[in-house]
T-cell receptor
Framework: EDQVTQSPEALRLQEGESSSLNCSYTVSGLRGLFWYRQDPGKGPEFLFTLYSAGEEKEKERLKATLTKKESFLHITAPKPEDSATYLCAVQVPMEYGNKLVFGAGTILRVKS | DTAVSQTPKYLVTQMGNDKSIKCEQNLGHDTMYWYKQDSKKFLKIMFS???????INETVPNRFSPKSPDKAHLNLHINSLELGDSAVYFC????????????????FGPGTRLTVL
């Protein structure tokens, strides 16, 4: 069964304290790994797509990396506005179309 | 301009009622989706439509019936609502799955919080 596991469930950081979020996956056929950010009461906001092992993407203080079994979202010198739930999802092919299989998310709190 | 919009934002109703949620996208995408996010925050796919045709149906009860009048709209009708239907429902859209060599980024709407009393 396709499965995505994110760790830790929650992470508290001081402003400027860098850290990483982990996403490990077991899927039958990977057609891409996605990172989304979700603020309370809002829909997931697309951050990155990674398609092949070794690939890296960066956006401001965020950097996503991908290996054959997991992905990391590195947060460098975070600010309070980075506080959100970060969701990892893998795109899995189906007979017609693709579906996203999501992890449970990591709740990030950055304190000033 | 809102890319993927949903109405209503909040929906509170009694058990046994029938309700609908509407979704519209102005991204010119061919594929639309409905996801359910339960109290544990897991997002799970329910349905997917490509150009008004159902392509994914993830063993959702028959009480849930999606309808796509055109490729920019995907509505979700729920009959005989149950307590367990309480959740946040998200609509999403993407360009489409037909080019299997590339990833297909999905863009989400703001969600509809359904509460069944």
């Amino acid at each position: 069964e396709d499965q995505v596991t994110q760790s830790p469930e929650a992470l508290r950081l001081q402003e400027g304290e860098s850290s990483s979020l982990n996403c490990s996956y077991t899927v039958s056929g990977l057609r891409g790994l996605f990172w989304y950010r979700q603020d309370p009461g809002k829909g997931p906001e697309f951050l990155f797509t990674l398609y092949s092992a070794g690939e890296e993407k960066e956006k401001e203080r965020l950097k996503a990396t991908l290996t054959k079994k997991e992905s990391f979202l590195h947060i460098t010198a975070p600010k309070p506005e980075d506080s959100a739930t970060y969701l990892c999802a893998v795109q899995v092919p189906m007979e017609y179309g693709n579906k996203l299989v999501f992890g449970a998310g990591t709740i990030l709190r950055v304190k000033s | 301009d809102t890319a993927v919009s949903q109405t209503p934002k909040y929906l509170v109703t009694q058990m046994g009622n029938d309700k609908s949620i509407k979704c519209e996208q102005n991204l010119g995408h061919d594929t639309m989706y409905w996801y359910k996010q339960d109290s544990k925050k897991f997002l799970k796919i329910m349905f997917s439509y490509n150009n008004k045709e159902l392509i994914i149906n993830e063993t959702v009860p028959n009480r849930f019936s999606p309808k796509s009048p055109d490729k920019a709209h995907l509505n979700l009708h729920i009959n005989s609502l149950e307590l367990g239907d309480s959740a946040v429902y998200f609509c999403a859209s993407s360009q489409g799955p037909w080019d299997f060599g590339r990833t297909d980024t999905q863009y989400f709407g703001p969600g509809t919080r359904l509460t069944v009393l």
